[in-house]
């Protein structure tokens, strides 16, 4: 554990030195104190353990092995052609993000009404009327124990700030896309800080994701939050599909303000080792949510997902439904938390985690937890891990469907149900393509 | 096209046909009768491969060749189909999807032409004006969230799609109301011609006003007990089937 403290803290050290030089008094003071703070907390906790109870089934000392160069302390982060990645709904209302960089050159936001903003989190501190907002977000996230959340703090220099005005629908995704590739032998690392403030009855839908060109080592360590006032509606569509020698780690955090909607969906099927942390506080009345999943995973992937659903005021609703699919000797992990704190009545909260294991030597650790401090509720969570139905392969087969295509057919209509939440088509199209590649085949 | 010789079949341990005889002839329609639990639903299985029943005695000929040794899938390829008694959901997979691999499997099977997914659209358009199903039904998933005769008719879609030589019909009429009922009977004799057979599993004599079946099979605790024309029917719907419980086994196969 100290030698793995040691090379954290030569590698970070480093980085975040480099970072306060370049930074120089471009910054509020204010960040730099808590930045400051943040990398001292990460020196003295560094990565999670195994021990912890939150960190039981995920292993990062992988992480903590590599040596890796934020983007900003490797000079100009490399990289072209990202065409590939561009879905045409969001082409001029996208931030694109190369290495945890804003790439001016790639973005647009020509479809976006006049005030809203979509810019670069850089900018938006050094501008006057949203520094309040961040430094607000970025103050709670300073307070968290996590050794991750602490290094996003300490060494992001780029992400995005989204403001939708009360009462305005933006009718063109907002696509925030993180594209990483690690080049000349050094593992990129990148620190994504995103802030989605939606204002009263305003609407919007979020798009967050997050590829590489080629299949290179890297660290991505992302912080997302997403504010909801009153009778805002957000979807939010988390697409990660890193590098599959990638790891990334993620908290996505939502606050929603009374009769507000936020519809996430996140797919996670990248990275050799993923951890997404998503959690939705209700603490204003009439609140709803749908906080959806679908982790797919092969060979020797690792995917992990705690979420966690606070409903703290009465008449509030969330639903879940987080589906797995595992082939090879992958792992995931899956801990989903609903608390219904003391007087949230009339809640209704509802979560399934079911898993498709595709390989004997699979392996899914889930963990549904339901906490009940109220008692006017209705309540219910359940789990399964298992393989396909017997009876449905049957009824595939008996209409001349060979057993090897019926068997992928129904896999990738486990997945669709999850995918077919996402309400952009060439989002869809993408990782349905995604899915049929896994399972070898076509339709 | 179809023989079926002194068949035993089991399902976990539980002996449940023994002994069933029949011939089924080209352009024949065959009705089975029977009360609930004698085993018509294990001899649908059983002709379409379900892997829970195990078949321990005896043999089943589909046109020369032994179907018991043929996987469910080749069987269906070959030309057998059997409409579900309870169909499946398929959540996440739409109708046409599913139509159209099916399609696609029998006609490489055939050495024949596949369909992209557009000019599958077309073929299923016209098949399912024979059931008078809508567009709408082929986006959706398969049967989820269908009405008892959704499903039903869905059945016969997938019939007249893949265009067996054999179908058996499991209590297709089963939770029809009378016009559901209409189209599918209409359906199904659109469908049939001399070159094919059709094994109607019925627990009531009222589908056999909308197809006429050649003969009629009663069926009693996994034996054939009394055979006879359409008229039997008739006489099952007025009498009931207690008569036959503990009457004698028909005299051999026809
Ligand atoms: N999986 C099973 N396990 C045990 N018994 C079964 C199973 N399936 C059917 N049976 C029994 O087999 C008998 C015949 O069932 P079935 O073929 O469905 O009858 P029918 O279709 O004529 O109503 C019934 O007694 C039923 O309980
Ligand atoms: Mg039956």
């Known amino acids: ?443 | 096209m179809l023989e079926i010789r002194n068949l035993y079949a089991s399902v976990d341990g539980n002996e449940i046909l023994k002994g069933i005889n029949l011939k089924v002839n080209k352009g024949e329609v065959h009705a089975i009768m029977g009360p609930n639990g004698s085993g018509k639903s294990t001899l649908a299985k059983v002709l379409a491969g379900h892997p829970s029943y195990e078949v321990t005695r005896g043999e089943v000929l589909f046109e020369g060749k032994n179907l018991l040794e043929l996987s469910p899938d080749v069987r269906a390829r070959e030309g057998v189909f059997m409409a579900f008694q309870y169909p499946i959901e398929v959540p996440g997979v739409s109708n046409a999807q599913f139509l159209r691999l099916a399609y696609n499997e029998k006609q490489k099977h055939l050495g024949q032409e596949e369909l992209d997914p557009l000019e599958f659209k077309d073929l299923l358009k016209e098949k399912a004006k024979i059931v008078e199903m809508e567009a709408s039904f082929m986006t959706r998933s398969v049967n989820e969230g269908f009405s008892g005769g959704e499903k039903k008719r869905n059945e016969i879609l997938q019939m007249a799609v893949l265009d067996p030589k054999l179908s058996v019909l499991d209590e297709t009429d089963s939770g029809l109301d009378i016009d559901a009922l209409r189209i599918v009977a209409e359906g199904v004799n659109k469908l049939h011609d001399p070159n094919k057979a059709v094994i109607l599993v019925t627990h009531y004599q009222r589908l056999l006003n909308y197809i006429t079946p050649d003969f009629v099979h009663v069926l009693s605790a996994g034996r054939i007990v009394k055979e006879g024309g359409k008229e039997l029917a008739l006489e099952l719907e007025e009498k009931g089937y207690d008569w036959l419980k503990n009457g004698s086994v028909a005299a051999g196969a026809k």
Request: hydrophobic share 40%.
């Open chain 1, 1 to 443: 554990m100290s030698s793995q403290l040691a090379t954290q803290s030569s590698s970070y050290n480093t980085a975040f030195r480099a970072l306060l030089e370049k930074t120089g008094n471009a910054e509020p003071s204010w960040l730099r104190r808590m930045r400051e703070d943040s990398f001292a907390h990460f020196e003295r906790v560094g990565f999670p353990s195994v021990k912890e109870e939150e960190w039981k089934y995920t292993n990062v000392a992988p992480i903590a092995k590599l040596q890796f160069v934020p983007a900003f302390a490797n000079g100009q982060p490399g990289g072209n052609g990202f065409g590939a990645f561009v879905y045409d709904e969001a082409r001029r209302s996208r931030l694109v993000f190369v290495n945890g960089m804003l790439r001016r050159e790639l973005s647009s936001v020509e479809a976006l009404p006049a005030g809203v903003s979509v810019i670069d989190i850089g900018e938006a501190l050094a501008k006057g009327p949203n520094e309040t907002s961040l430094r607000e977000s970025l103050e709670r996230a300073a307070k968290s124990e996590s050794g991750f959340t602490a290094l996003n703090t300490a060494l992001f220099s780029s992400g995005a700030f989204v403001f939708i005005p009360a009462g305005v629908s933006v009718a063109a995704p907002i696509h925030l896309q993180f594209i990483s590739e690690s080049s000349h032998g050094a593992a990129a690392a990148s620190f994504p800080r995103v802030l989605v403030v939606a204002a009263e009855n305003s609407a919007a839908t979020i798009v967050e994701s997050y590829a590489s060109p080629g299949e290179s080592v890297y660290l991505t360590n992302a912080i997302v939050e997403v504010r909801l006032g009153a009778g805002a509606h957000v979807q939010h569509f988390k697409v990660q599909r890193e590098s599959t020698s990638a790891f990334h780690v993620a908290t996505t955090d939502a606050e929603l303000g009374a009769n507000a909607r936020y519809d996430a969906t996140t797919i996670n099927m990248g990275a050799a080792l993923s951890r997404h942390t998503i959690d939705v506080t209700m603490d204003h009345e009439g609140a709803e949510c749908w906080v959806d999943g679908l982790y797919m995973v092969d060979a020797n992937q690792h995917t992990d997902t705690h979420s966690m659903i606070d409903h703290r005021q009465p008449h509030c609703t969330s639903h879940q439904l987080y589906k797995g699919i595992l082939d090879g000797k992958s792992r995931a992990v899956f801990n989903g938390k609903v608390f219904v704190r003391h007087g949230a009545q009339l809640t209704n909260a509802q979560q399934t985690n079911k898993n498709l294991l595709l390989s004997n030597e699979a392996q899914v650790n889930t963990k549904p937890q339901l906490e009940i401090f109220a008692d006017d509720v209705k309540c219910a969570h359940g789990a399964a891990v298992g393989q396909l139905e017997a009876d449905e392969i049957f009824y595939l087969e008996s209409r001349g469907i060979r057993p090897e295509p019926a068997r992928n057919l129904l896999t990738y209509g486990f997945a669709e149900e999850v995918i077919e939440k996402i309400k952009i088509d060439s989002i869809r199209r993408e990782l349905d393509q995604a899915v049929l590649n896994r399972l070898h085949t076509t339709l």
